[in-house]
């Protein structure tokens, strides 16, 4: 498997990990004020997904190694 394919399913996966911990977010607020945790727990994901996703975006444009 290529660089470039595994860095898609990485990006796949984070993004389902990160929507888990966004609805743990609406769950839990339905019992008041969420911890601190829960509530900053969509933060790491979300800039694994930016730096995996930036990447994703930029590997069209490199063409010269195929990826
Ligand atoms: C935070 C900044 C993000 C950036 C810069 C970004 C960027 C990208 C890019 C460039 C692609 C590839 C599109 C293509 O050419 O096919 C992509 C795919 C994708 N993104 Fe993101 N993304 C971000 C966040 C997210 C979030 C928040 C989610 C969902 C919760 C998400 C879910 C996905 C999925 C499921 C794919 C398709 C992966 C595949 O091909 O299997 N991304 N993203």
Redesign the pocket.
């Known amino acids: 498997m290529s660089w470039s394919k595994s860095l898609?399913?990485i990006?796949?996966w984070i993004?389902i990990i990160?929507?888990v911990t966004v609805a743990a977010n609406f769950a839990t607020m339905a019992f008041g004020q969420p911890p601190a945790w829960v509530v900053y727990s969509p933060l790491l994901p979300?800039f694994l997904?930016?730096v995996s996703?930036?990447y994703?975006?930029a590997l069209?444009y490199m063409v010269k190694s195929s990826g």
């Open positions: 898609r399913q990006h796949r993004s990160f929507t979300l997904l930016l996703g930036l994703l975006f069209p």
